[in-house]
């Protein structure tokens, strides 16, 4: 079996978060030259693969196999993996069942290896990840097999393959603020303390406001206002309270502590709670370690570019990684349809993505 038959098959496995459709069974029995170790907890399934072929050091690669709901507005079905002008149509064909056909036949092709090899799966990064990944990392930390080096095969690429991987990730810091007035007769404005108007002074100082400054790796940390709602929806009551949500993707220099100076500068005078909660902490892969510089070599010889060494986006279960003091990188094919209709990724980058992974084994 090839990189690309193998994706056709990962394709069209449903495999909708926490649901695995099947895929770590079938990998499990593809790769079962490697000890295999199922981690399930709740309804989520995990699966890490080994194998020692020498006394060097432990090199992993990781990712996920569940991906979103489908959704409407496709032409073609979800869960049949279509070839058509070059490209490979299915969901999950970004992210990032490409990534996982890639490292799994990487895995499969290596003959030699001065040190261990392992695969790490999970099926619920898409949804809650409270049971994935940070479930595996446990186990391999009482085990005392925690990998040196771990390669995530996310959809890392912007517009070209090659142009670019992650080597940190900016944090997530939720929050919610209710603000209290007093519930009155829209006639009577003198009687009442809508919380509206309070709120709509301080809006121009914090909304798509900047935190921070950032760096030469992240953009800054920037005051996202993501939902706001007050009163019964009709014109003559003036609302009792009012609640605000808002996310802050922060860099290193923004933390919970600074985010709340920051809202009680604007809200000091008024009465309001405010709620945060950390989903993901900001971190960062030194750009001269092993694993990065010898990615960006292998980048360099399959695709003849230097990759852009990245922070932006979203979360990833590489955040979960860092903090046990392992080296985690991401790279993988272009992102520009994950989790949108018609999602697609070009037979081309697979087989390139699996060419790298196969360079970086080789020279690790």
């Known amino acids: 079996m090839d990189v690309i038959t193998l994706l056709k098959q990962l394709i069209e496995m449903k495999s909708e978060t926490p649901d695995d459709g099947g895929t770590l069974d079938f990998i499990a029995e593809y790769l079962f030259e490697y000890e295999a170790v199922r981690i399930d907890k709740e309804t989520v399934k995990n699966l890490f693969l080994y194998k020692k072929f020498g006394e060097g050091e432990h090199l992993c690669f990781a990712g996920h196999v569940d991906v979103v709901p489908s959704g409407e507005g496709w032409q073609s079905h979800p869960y049949q993996a279509v070839e058509k002008e070059g490209y490979l149509y299915g969901r999950g064909a970004q992210d990032m069942k490409s990534g996982v056909a890639a490292l799994v036949q990487t895995l499969k092709t290596t003959t ?47 517009e070209v393959f090659g142009d670019a991987m992650k080597v940190g990730r900016r944090g997530s810091i939720n ?36 935190l ?4 030469a790796f992240f953009s800054p940390s920037q005051f996202v206002i993501t939902d706001i709602r007050a009163g019964m929806e009709v014109t003559n009551v003036t609302p009792g309270t009012l ?12 933390d919970a502590r600074s985010i709340e100076d920051f809202i009680h500068k604007y809200f000091k005078e008024m009465d309001y709670t ?17 694993i990065v510089t010898l990615l960006d070599h292998a980048i360099a010889k399959v695709c003849h570019m230097e990759a852009k060494h990245s922070t932006a986006g979203g979360t990833s279960d590489a955040r979960f990684m860092a903090p046990y003091g392992i080296d985690v990188v991401e790279f993988g094919v272009i992102n520009d349809r994950i989790h949108a209709p018609n999602e697609r990724t070009s037979i081309k980058e697979v087989m390139q993505l699996y060419d790298v992974f196969c360079e970086v084994v080789k020279t690790y």
């Open 274 to 290: 405010l709620t945060l909660t950390q989903s993901a902490y900001p971190f960062m892969t030194d750009v001269n370690t092993k």
């Open 243 to 254: 609640k605000m949500m808002f996310n802050v993707r922060n860099s290193t220099k923004t």
């Open 212 to 215: 921070d400054s950032g760096d």
């Open 175 to 210: 929050g919610i603020i209710e603000k209290r007035g007093k519930q009155g007769h829209a006639a009577y404005p003198e009687k009442a303390h809508n919380p509206i108007h309070k709120v709509a002074q301080v809006l121009p100082h914090i909304a798509g406001v900047n």
């Open 112 to 158: 030699s290896f001065n040190g261990t090899l392992s695969l790490l799966l999970t099926s619920d990064e898409e949804g809650d990840a409270k049971y994935g990944t940070q479930e595996v990392l446990r186990y391999l930390q009482t085990h005392r097999m925690l990998p040196d080096a771990v390669i995530v095969a996310e959809p890392t690429c912007e």
